[in-house]
Each structure stands twice: as C-alpha cells, then as structure tokens.
C-alpha cells in the first residue's frame, strides 16, 4: 500500500513527463534550453 504522498510525488512525476513530452515536440529549442538548465542546477 503507497502513502498519499507517493502517489501525489507520482502523480506530479507524470505531469512533468508529460509537460517535458510536449516541450519537447512542440519548443525543440526551449526544450534544450530547459534541459540546460536543470543539468546545470
């Protein structure tokens, strides 16, 4: 059995993947950008 904090940090894991999925398809170059800075922090 999960705690609901699981499956809220789940469920946003998803949301982000998805965001990034999108990002990725639609901003090629903002999503390079977004990568950057994120590996960067």
Known sequence: VKSSLD???LHSDDLS???KG???LLYPDL???YCH???VK
Do not use: A, D, P, Y
Request: without cysteine; charged residues 25%; negative net charge.
């Open 31 to 33: 999503f390079q950008e």
């Open 17 to 19: 993947f998805e965001v």
């Open 37 to 39: 800075f994120f590996l």
């Open 22 to 24: 999108k990002l990725e």
């Open 7 to 9: 499956q809220s940090q």
